[in-house]
């Protein structure tokens, strides 16, 4: 094998394994920072020996095996006796003469209790929404600084900072790193689904920048959202998330013109939907249904997804159920966005007037003061109404609000036909 078909085997096999070695890892010295660091060094080393040596058979085992032995010398050099050191180092010491046989052995033994542990480690609610989304996206899903920053339209030193000050704060906040029991795990899990959607709705509705969508990013996080599902095979609310990320991205294809302003969903080519997708989010509803999460946040949510989806025109929606669905939500999810969707879902099903009804209701307007989605719904349900002067108002106020190009755009484009008359 030439050296640069060596190399290329071996970023790819890391690129898949890197979670699984820094869960590992991270098991083993208690430091995510310190984890990524091993992780790294067994990359080296593999870039070094395999184009002389050749692949080994089972190159995943190989890169465990050299990461955990660094991890081990680390541990001797600073004296570390304690049990879980020297539990592993006298089975890595009976295994000296084919120590990947070991491994191989014990690969797949507790790998899905160590990755749950880094998952629940990065996600952890002692660091900020944003940090937990940039740790997640490096250390679980492998991207790198470069690419983190791109999707987030952030700098590379920024990124960079939040990360290792997220590392830093795990290091010093004397962690276990493991999975949470009991109602500790309740709570830890709704972190991990709320930084997952996070990212994914960084990638459906872009929040700044010249694009309204960025597929990578919902992609990366219906990955993870995959893994977690995997690992977690009986939480409902888990299939919830995944199967209103899975309908969702299904209509990422309709969502913007050849212009790229944003195309509502009552007016989107249904034949560019996803069906693969939809299918699949169908199923992880199901699941969650049959789990007994029926009532959990996000699968009501994906329950309101769903309706669209089997609906095969605009013309066919059922704006009932998915009002209803939304009353449903509102009372377990009291939130001003949630509020928000309620009055949209109230005004397509009962109209316009049931919507502005619902948007003058005590405290919504105060608590969503200065959000463009607002405005823009206000501007729908009053051009809708026949008031189309106002809606043009509420267009370009919609449109002073967002940081992103593409809606703006959109919006001032309501806002010239209102003026028009609708």
């Known amino acids: 094998m030439q050296p640069q078909d060596a190399h290329r085997t071996v970023e790819t096999v890391f690129r898949i394994?890197?979670?699984?070695?820094?869960?590992?890892?991270?098991?083993?010295?208690?430091?995510?920072?310190?984890?990524?660091?091993?992780?790294q060094e067994a990359l080296a080393i593999a870039l070094t020996e395999w184009p002389r040596s050749g692949v080994p058979a089972n190159p995943a085992a190989w890169l465990m095996a050299t990461a955990k032995r660094r991890a081990i010398d680390l541990l001797r050099r600073r004296a570390l006796q304690d049990r879980k050191h020297?539990?592993?180092?006298l089975d890595l010491d009976d295994a000296q003469e084919d120590p990947v046989a070991l491994i191989e052995h014990r690969l797949d033994d507790d790998v899905g209790d160590e990755l749950l542990a880094l998952i629940f480690t990065a996600c952890h609610p002692i660091l900020t929404p944003e940090a937990r989304a940039a740790l997640t996206l490096r250390l679980i899903g492998g991207l790198t600084t470069d690419e983190i920053a791109r999707a987030f339209l952030q700098s590379e030193p920024t990124i960079a900072q939040r990360i290792v000050r997220a590392k830093k704060t795990l290091a010093q906040s004397g962690l276990a790193y493991e999975v949470p029991r009991g109602a500790k795990r309740r709570t830890r899990l709704a972190s991990v689904l709320e930084v997952l959607y996070l990212i994914f709705n960084e990638g459906y509705a872009a929040t700044a920048g010249e694009d309204l969508i960025r597929p990578a990013l919902c992609a990366e996080a219906q990955r993870l959202g995959r893994i977690l599902s995997g690992l977690m095979p009986d939480e409902a609310e888990v299939f919830g998330l995944l199967a209103l990320m899975e309908i969702q991205a299904s209509r990422l294809a309709a969502r913007t013109g050849p212009d790229g302003m944003a195309i509502p969903i009552t007016e989107q080519n249904r034949s560019r939907w996803d069906r693969l997708l939809i299918g699949r989010g169908l199923a992880a509803l199901a699941r969650a249904e049959s789990l007994g999460g029926a009532d959990g946040s996000y699968a009501l949510q994906a329950a309101i997804a769903a309706c669209h989806a089997r609906a095969p025109r605009a013309a066919d929606t059922d704006w009932r159920r998915i009002a209803e669905l939304y009353d449903r939500l509102v009372a377990v999810q009291p939130s001003p966005v949630v509020g928000l969707g309620r009055a949209v879902a109230h005004s397509m099903a009962f109209g316009p007037e049931a919507g502005l009804a619902l948007l003058d209701a005590p405290g919504l307007a105060?608590?969503?003061?200065?959000?463009?989605?607002?405005?823009a719904a206000r501007g729908d349900f009053m051009l809708r109404a026949g008031r189309a002067a106002e809606a043009k108002l509420q267009f370009e106020r919609a449109a002073t609000l967002t940081r992103n190009a593409g809606e703006r755009a959109f919006l001032l484009s309501r806002a010239a036909a209102a003026g028009e008359g609708g």
């Open 17 to 39: 394994e890197q979670a699984r070695l820094i869960a590992a890892l991270a098991r083993m010295v208690r430091d995510v920072g310190l984890a990524e660091e091993l992780a």
């Open 86 to 89: 020297a539990e592993i180092g």
């Open 366 to 375: 105060e608590r969503l003061d200065g959000f463009a989605p607002l405005a």
